[in-house]
């Protein structure tokens, strides 16, 4: 065979059906990321979250309680990392559609591009204080993304066709021109956009001047004030949490897929509702009173027996019964619903915050520090003996004295009992679940809790056998967990062990087994060992 027979053999004709899949494909991933990017830009011109972060919103929204429970027990606090990854996933998948669907019946790609704009603009419309801004990120995002799609298929097209021609050279030199020049816009086009919309994102959920701004506030000093922690009130023994959970520990639960970033100097909480006189205070003005230090250990409904959704830290704030004692709420009123910036809502017992013994407080101040971001910067609530989802609002803007008749926290309405008491509970940290020690005294350890109630004893039951008392650490306040040790003389073999809690009034944490939903797990936290 020589030279010129090779020049005759007809080359294959096109783009091969395969490369045609892949890059249809291409085309609806660069049209979703161009999308994504335009509407994060234009979020962050207008101060408002993504289109994608309001999806998110939506679908916490729309998941039912025994699967929230079950995505928090397998992936803890890594819960909203989790749903970006499968937003992520969705997304990619459903832009691969769009982009062989336009490929193979034109303007098709772009009416589903148009119906996924459409969902998105009613999850940014339904959210909570949504205007009209609320939904120029889709539309802009979308109408740019139709435009990048059909600019792209065109010139796929193009390349198609020039490379179909059996012209030589020519007709090679063409569809190496439109293979270039489809290729120069898939990737410049997706480049500018993720770059442009990843940096508007991470200045819009983490802003800068935010972060800035609470490195320099300097908290007041209190007008009350703790006692130092009391020698033995921390056992420090190796496994065991320590007695104050430091905020980088201190676990987070709420449903804000994007932390809100509030400028203190805007920030201001309303007391309406039922009340004889409404109030508005700010920041600055919040300072100002005398605020008071205190210990409570916060505990989310969420977390399983032995789970770890569970913190003591020490806050700084102003009692919340003061502020509606100045606010004079109607005969009539029971319920208090606070609500966050970002929409989330608690219903918390009215009598609860007016309690002159439960040290509910507006919280500025968190282990000595301004509350970090993520844990409800500048201000959140912080409660005493209820469940966070019923009382432990991050970011609140507005008490809303009111009726349990009337109004529904966030949760209520999606299975959540409305009254969310913390319920009298232990847990074993050390030795861990299927750990294996040496044989002779072992340290059992580990905490026990009945915030508002407080704890009396804790017992260990080893292999079923009798309950043994444990040796409890040093009270601080009833409002914060208790640190407990047993010492255990471990014989070779396998071995269970069991521990329970006993309330200040004589109640004994109860054996029977409870899921979380709807008002908070119960069981006696179990775990099994090995000794050699």
């Keep these: 065979m020589n030279a010129e027979t090779v020049e005759e053999t007809p080359a294959p004709l096109g783009i091969s059906p395969r490369a045609q899949f892949w890059l249809s494909t291409a085309t609806g991933i660069a049209s979703a990321i161009v999308t994504l990017g335009v509407a994060s830009v234009v979020a962050f011109f207008f101060g408002i979250v993504s289109p994608l972060v309001s999806v998110g ?10 699967v929230k429970t079950v995505v928090i027990a397998v992936f803890g606090t890594g819960d909203k990392a989790f749903l970006l990854v499968v937003l992520a996933v969705v997304v990619t998948i459903a832009a691969a559609f769009v982009g062989i669907l336009q490929w193979r019946r034109p303007n098709w790609g772009v009416a589903l591009l148009g119906v996924i704009g459409a969902l998105s603009f009613v999850a940014a419309a339904t959210r909570a204080n949504a205007t009209i801004v609320s939904v120029l990120p889709t539309v802009a995002g979308v109408f740019v993304g139709m435009l990048v799609l059909r600019a792209l298929v065109r010139r796929l097209s193009a390349w198609q066709v020039a490379s179909s021609r059996r012209i030589p050279r ?45 490195t320099r506030i300097s908290l007041p000093t209190p007008a009350t004030t703790v006692a130092p922690i009391p020698a033995g009130a921390d056992l420090k023994i190796p496994g065991l949490s320590p007695w104050v959970i430091p905020n980088k520990d201190f676990y987070r ?11 203190p100097k805007t920030w201001k909480l309303q007391i309406t509702g039922m009340v004889e006189k409404e109030i508005e205070i700010t920041f600055a003005e919040l300072l100002k009173l005398p605020l008071e230090e205190k210990y409570v250990t916060l505990a989310c409904v969420s977390q399983e027996i032995g789970g770890n959704l569970i913190g003591n830290a020490l806050w700084l704030g102003y009692p919340i019964r003061n502020l509606l004692a100045e606010a004079k709420p109607k005969a009539g009123a029971d319920m208090v619903l606070s609500r966050s910036i970002d929409g989330f809502t608690a219903g918390t017992p009215l009598a609860v915050l ?49 009726t349990f008749a009337k109004d529904e926290g966030y949760w209520t309405p999606r299975g959540w009992s409305a009254l969310g008491p913390v319920k009298l509970s232990s847990r074993i940290d050390t030795p861990q679940q299927g750990a294996t020690v040496k044989a002779g005294t072992v340290a059992v350890a580990g905490v026990a809790w009945r915030q508002h109630v407080g704890v009396s004893g804790v017992q260990v039951q080893i292999d079923k056998g009798a309950w043994q008392d444990a040796k ?6 009833v409002d914060s967990w208790l640190q407990w040790s047993f010492a255990w003389e471990a014989k070779p073999g396998q071995h269970t062990i069991s521990v329970r809690a006993i309330d200040d009034t004589g109640a004994v944490q109860t054996a029977k087994f ?15 060992v090995s000794v050699g």
């Design 57 to 66: 919103q939506l679908v916490i929204d729309l998941v039912p309680a025994g």
């Design 170 to 214: 020519s007709g090679k030199a063409q569809g190496v021109v439109e293979r270039r020049q489809f290729i120069r816009l898939a990737l410049w086009s997706s480049i500018a956009a993720a770059v442009a919309g990843t940096g508007a994102q991470l200045l819009t959920s983490a802003s800068a001047a935010v972060t800035a701004v609470r």
């Design 253 to 263: 639960i709420d449903t804000a897929l994007q932390v809100p970033s509030i400028d």
């Design 354 to 402: 007016q309690d002159a013994g439960t040290d509910a407080i507006l919280a500025v101040g968190m282990n000595g520090e301004p509350l970090p971001i993520e844990h409800g910067f500048p201000v959140r609530m912080v409660v005493p003996g209820l469940y966070g989802y019923v009382s432990a609002t991050k970011w609140v803007v507005q008490l809303k004295v009111t």
């Design 472 to 477: 409890l650490a040093k009270v601080v306040t």
């Design 514 to 528: 409870a899921n979380p939903d709807p008002n908070g797990s119960t069981g006696h936290h179990t775990i099994q």
